[in-house]
């Protein structure tokens, strides 16, 4: 069914991007109205919600025997549908006040990784109907974050998009609106969390939870070496002994934890452009490529994939945020939205 365009002007139209590690929530004519984890922490007893986003997030690994603080999705993906539909619930009455009426129900655009199934596409749109919503439209993450960082996807020239999320990494050559040549890694932002936690463990018998060692990697992970070193105590439990233990740690330590992970995904962007047809590849060299998503901020990763690639790195204005406004900007562009969308799994699709 297409509805006319007068019932767009009842409902507040959302962009959302559904990220593993952060959802973020665009609104028709406001902007970005949520930036927040995702994390919810559930009440195993009696199923209730007792906190979502960063109220939750501050509670991963701090929780009693019958509260979760868990993240729904892994990879990108869906893993929990009945938490996934419940903080998704949450964030769209957040932002619409508790509105219920089908004139009121917003039409939700979502951002998907690459490379998902039909499956694991319909339980985003089940999810997302499921929460609230009137209709939804899903969209490639790498063409939302180049729409968001402004890059010209539909002229018939090369655009190469990295977008460095918490689960995945999505690597895609971009012209005349699709996706010519792609590649998802699951060598992303908390792999390299991951990696820290390992590498702790493994040098100073340190147990080490995921949260502080995000807090690590952010305050100085480097992916190339900098021109003054950073260093900073962390704390955990001594493996041997159980009880609290400090240690001091520095960048070029961290950086050693996480090369791997950086070099899968230089890896990968060399094995995209390997297949990119040359003219494209031409367009890239000429035009650079562009870092989106969290990772996109790792001190280095831009000089990296330089000097891995031959080609000029730019990081976009504002990263974290690139994907979102991406699909905020296709609420406000129908027919871009219609060429660029990924085709429904739902068996009546919603029509743009």
Same mark, same amino acid.
Request: hydrophobic share 45%; charged share 25%; net charge negative.
């Given at each position: ?5 007068? /019932? ?56 009693? %025997? ?21 903080? /998704? ?41 499921? %929460? ?39 690597? %895609?050559?971009?012209? /005349? ?53 950073? !260093? ?29 992970? @950086? ?22 060299? !000429?035009?650079?490529?562009? /870092? ?20 000029? @790195? ?39």
């Amino acid at each position: 069914m297409r509805f006319p365009k007068f /019932l767009r002007r009842f409902g507040r139209d959302i962009g959302i991007d559904l990220g593993t590690a952060n959802t973020l929530v665009y609104v028709r004519e406001r902007g970005i109205v949520v930036n927040e984890p995702s994390v919810v922490a559930v009440n195993t007893r009696t199923g209730q919600i007792i906190a979502v986003g960063e109220d939750a997030k501050k509670m991963v690994g701090k929780t009693p %025997a019958h509260i979760t603080a868990t993240r729904p999705l892994v990879h990108g993906i869906i893993s929990d549908f009945e938490v996934t539909e419940k903080m /998704l619930r949450y964030f769209i009455e957040k932002v619409l006040g508790g509105s219920r009426s089908f004139l009121t129900r917003p039409r939700v655009v979502v951002g998907i990784p690459l490379e998902i199934t039909e499956v694991e596409r319909k339980a985003v749109e089940d999810a997302v109907l499921s %929460a609230g919503a009137r209709e939804v439209f899903l969209i490639e993450q790498p063409i939302a974050a180049a729409l968001g960082a402004r890059l010209p996807i539909e002229e018939s020239v090369g655009t190469l998009v990295v977008d460095i999320g918490g689960g995945t990494t999505d690597i %895609a050559v971009i012209s /005349l609106g699709g996706i010519v040549a792609s590649r998802s890694l699951k060598a992303a932002g908390d792999e390299l969390n991951r990696n820290i936690v390992a590498y702790v463990r493994d040098h100073f018998n340190l147990d080490l939870g995921e949260r502080n060692a995000e807090i690590v990697k952010v305050r100085i992970g480097t992916a190339a070496p900098l021109e003054e070193p950073l !260093e900073m105590p962390v704390r955990g439990r001594d493996i041997v002994t159980g009880l609290p233990k400090e240690v001091m740690v520095n960048d070029e330590q961290i950086r050693e934890a996480m090369q791997r992970t @950086v070099r899968a995904i230089a890896d990968g962007v060399r094995a995209v452009l390997e297949v990119t047809p040359a003219e494209l590849v031409s367009d890239i060299y !000429e035009r650079g490529m562009v /870092l989106t998503g969290g990772g996109a901020l790792l001190k280095g990763m831009d000089a990296v994939l330089a000097a891995a690639t031959d080609v000029h @790195v730019r990081v976009a204005e504002d990263p974290l945020t690139c994907v979102v406004r991406g699909t905020g900007m296709l609420l406000d562009d129908t027919d871009l939205l219609r060429e660029v969308r990924v085709p429904s799994a739902q068996s009546n699709p919603a029509t743009v």
